[in-house]
């Protein structure tokens, strides 16, 4: 069936990817009785304990901490905070996070792009203390583990090998582009994914620093860049048929997705245009992005609630943070909005999605992990 730009853009996003609902939204949506109504319209007011399962919850060793300073400091322009694991366990807390699923963010071991040695050394140096602090904390905590600069492909597959084998991370962090712009879609990263697909892994993807400069002193790149990042290494994997090649790697993308939910139909045009031989058609380019799984760190105000919702499968949204790297305040806040958009909106179809988000659809994602 021929499918022409001017369709595309007429229909709705909703007519144009099949809409995918949580079997248990659906059994609740469709469950007519006065009893289970009311039951529905206590949900978030009755649960004073969400039980929370963050997915984008970052850890800052003090090693890694110096290794980053001596080479010249976060090139996004963002300091990095200090970090202990009583700090963390306070900061969960305060949010009502049952456990946390830990990552080292950006520059990870980018620092040491130019030295495969150095970033082996710390890949691995990273996973031993992250699968400790796992060990010592195993309701609290699971780990993303770190890989070397992609780049190093050779190493990279040694450390995915290595870390599966004697570690059982519960994924894989990669960052948004490595060496000159080299984004996640780039055949050099080809055997990765494979090897990724054939463990059927999950991926977090974080942005990391962009290529180009900062706007000004006011805006280090995480404030404006970072979304952008997400949403140019996900086009990339989605429109060089990656995603499609390796349907088993279960990604996940911070901060909603950047700005992919608003984007998402205007780069799904690639697929109708003939002089850029995508060869992804437009309604499989927003499938693929439909199989992202997004999380909510730092992007709870009701515009961005609004286009996820509309956007994204609502089995594939889950709970992130974003600290210590965000400041504790301000992740209260948007955590408090988060609550306060589904209080507000606990019927119809956004039922049920309250506690999907905070921790049912992270404990399909996660099934050996959160086991009640």
């Not at 949010?95 to 691995?124: C, F, H, M, Q, W």
């Not at 997004?294 to 943070?321: H, R, V």
Request: net charge positive; glycine share 4%; proline share 7%.
């Amino acid at each position: 069936m021929a499918f022409s730009l001017h369709s595309l853009l007429k229909r709705p996003l909703q007519s144009i990817v099949s809409s995918t609902v949580c079997q248990t939204s659906k059994i609740h949506m469709n469950i007519e009785s006065i009893e289970n109504k009311t039951k529905s319209t206590d949900n978030i007011s009755n649960n004073k304990n969400p039980r929370r399962i963050d997915t984008h919850h970052h850890i800052i060793p003090e090693f890694y901490a110096k290794a980053v300073e001596e080479t010249g400091g976060d090139p996004s322009g963002w300091s990095t905070p200090k970090w202990s694991i009583e700090e963390a366990k306070e900061h969960m807390s305060h949010l009502n996070i049952e456990t946390a699923i830990v990552s080292i963010t950006a520059p990870g071991t980018k620092i040491y792009e130019n030295d495969k040695k150095k970033g082996r050394i710390l890949a691995r140096k990273l996973n031993e203390f992250s699968n400790d602090l796992v060990k010592n904390n195993a309701k609290q905590f699971g780990f993303f583990a770190s890989l070397p600069p992609l780049t190093d492909v050779e190493g990279t597959l040694n450390e995915i090998e290595y870390v599966h084998s004697t570690m059982k991370p519960d994924g894989y962090t990669l960052f948004t582009s490595y060496g000159l712009g080299q984004y996640l879609g780039h055949p050099l990263f080809r055997s990765i994914w494979t090897k990724l697909n054939e463990l059927k892994s999950v991926v977090f993807i974080h942005p990391s620093e962009a290529p180009t400069p900062m706007v000004n002193r006011y805006l280090p790149q995480p404030l404006i860049d970072y979304p952008q990042e997400t949403t140019r290494t996900a086009s990339d994997i989605v429109l060089t048929g990656t995603r499609a090649a390796f349907p088993n790697v279960k990604i996940i993308l911070s901060h909603a997705g950047g700005t992919l939910p608003f984007l998402a139909q205007r780069i799904a045009m690639a697929g109708s245009i003939p002089s850029l031989q995508c060869s992804r058609q437009s309604h499989q380019i927003l499938t693929d992005f439909r199989s992202f799984y997004y999380d909510t760190a730092l992007s709870s105000s009701i515009p961005q609630l609004m286009a996820l919702l509309e956007f994204a499968d609502p089995c594939k949204i889950l709970f992130g943070s974003d600290v210590p790297y965000a400041p504790l305040p301000a992740v209260i806040d948007t955590t408090k909005s988060l609550d306060s958009f589904f209080q507000k909106n606990k019927i119809g179809k956004y039922k049920n999605l309250w506690q999907n988000i905070n921790r049912g659809n992270a404990k399909i994602l996660f099934p050996d992990k959160i086991q009640d």
